[in-house]
C-alpha cells in the first residue's frame, strides 16, 4: 500500500475489487447470488460511491454466511473495520455490514447487505422490528461515518445534505456544537470529538482529518 492508494478514486479500480468480492461470496456458499446494488448497479456511480453488495444465502446457512464474512473478505483485502446496522443485528433472516478496507480511499466503504432467500424480495425486511434491534453500536464510528459522507456530499455540490450528516454526527455522540458552513473546520471537530468520545477510535478519527485536508480546495 502507498499514501497514493489512499487518494486514488479510479472507479475501474473500485469495479475490480466489487467483481472480487462477489466471486468470492458467491464461492464460499454454493447456491447463494451475490450482485451490486445501488448506483452501482444502475450504472450511475461517481468517483465517491461506495460498494453495494447484496448477498442472499439459503435460509438454513444464513447464520453460519453471516459468521464467515469476515474471513470471506480478508481473502480479497485486509479488512479496516466491520460494524453491523444495529436495527438488524438480531434479525435472523437479514444482517447489514458496514466494511472498511485498509489502503482504500475512505469513501469505498462496503455496505453488504446478508439475506436469506425467503425475505431476499422484501427489501425493507425487519427494519423497524424492535425484536431484530441490537445494542452494539458504536455511536463515535457511526459520527466519523457522517464526517466522511459530509466530505463527499460537499464535493459533490450537495451543501444540505453535508449539513444534515454533520448535525447528526454532532448529536450522535452528545456533542454541543454547531454547524457553520466552515465545511473543512466543521468536519474537523466532528473528529476530534468523536476520537474524545471513543479514543479506540482515534486512528479513523485522524484518517478522516487527513481525508477533509487532502480535499480542503474542494471544501471551501
Known amino acids: 500500500?502507498?499514501?497514493?492508494?489512499?487518494?486514488?478514486?479510479?472507479?475501474?479500480?473500485?469495479?475490480?475489487?466489487?467483481?472480487?468480492?462477489?466471486?468470492?461470496?458467491?464461492?464460499?456458499?454454493?447456491?447463494?447470488?451475490?450482485?451490486?446494488?445501488?448506483?452501482?448497479?444502475?450504472?450511475?456511480?461517481?468517483?465517491y460511491s461506495d460498494i453495494d453488495l447484496a448477498w442472499i444465502v439459503p435460509d438454513s446457512r444464513f447464520d453460519d454466511c453471516v459468521a464467515a464474512v469476515p474471513g470471506v473478505l480478508a481473502a480479497v483485502r485486509s479488512v479496516a473495520s466491520l460494524r453491523t446496522d444495529p436495527d438488524l443485528q438480531n434479525s435472523r433472516k437479514r444482517r447489514l455490514l458496514f466494511v472498511e478496507f485498509e489502503g482504500l480511499p475512505l469513501f469505498w466503504?462496503?455496505?453488504?447487505?446478508?439475506?436469506?432467500?425467503?425475505?431476499?424480495?422484501?427489501?425493507?425486511?425487519?427494519?423497524?422490528?424492535?425484536?431484530a434491534r441490537g445494542d452494539d453500536w458504536s455511536r463515535p464510528a457511526?459520527?466519523?461515518?457522517?464526517?466522511?459522507?459530509?466530505v463527499k456530499s460537499v464535493l459533490r455540490g450537495e451543501p444540505q445534505a453535508a449539513?444534515?450528516?454533520l448535525e447528526r454526527g454532532f448529536a450522535r455522540i452528545g456533542a454541543l456544537d454547531t454547524v457553520s458552513g466552515d465545511w473543512f473546520a466543521d468536519i474537523t471537530r466532528l473528529a476530534e470529538a468523536a476520537a474524545a468520545a471513543e479514543p479506540a477510535r482515534a486512528p479513523l478519527a485522524g484518517r478522516v482529518m487527513?481525508?477533509?485536508?487532502?480535499?480542503?480546495?474542494?471544501?471551501g
Not at 487527513?210 to 474542494?218: D, N, S, V
Open 1 to 47: 500500500m502507498t499514501e497514493q492508494d489512499l487518494w486514488n478514486l479510479d472507479p475501474v479500480r473500485r469495479g475490480a475489487l466489487a467483481q472480487e468480492l462477489l466471486r468470492a461470496l458467491r464461492s464460499h456458499c454454493a447456491g447463494s447470488r451475490a450482485e451490486p446494488r445501488g448506483s452501482l448497479a444502475r450504472g450511475t456511480a461517481d468517483a
Open 109 to 131: 466503504r462496503l455496505d453488504l447487505d446478508v439475506f436469506a432467500r425467503s425475505v431476499a424480495g422484501q427489501p425493507g425486511y425487519d427494519q423497524g422490528n424492535p425484536a
Open 142 to 150: 457511526s459520527a466519523l461515518a457522517n464526517a466522511v459522507g459530509a
Open 163 to 165: 449539513r444534515g450528516l
Open 210 to 219: 487527513r481525508l477533509a485536508q487532502h480535499h480542503r480546495a474542494g471544501l
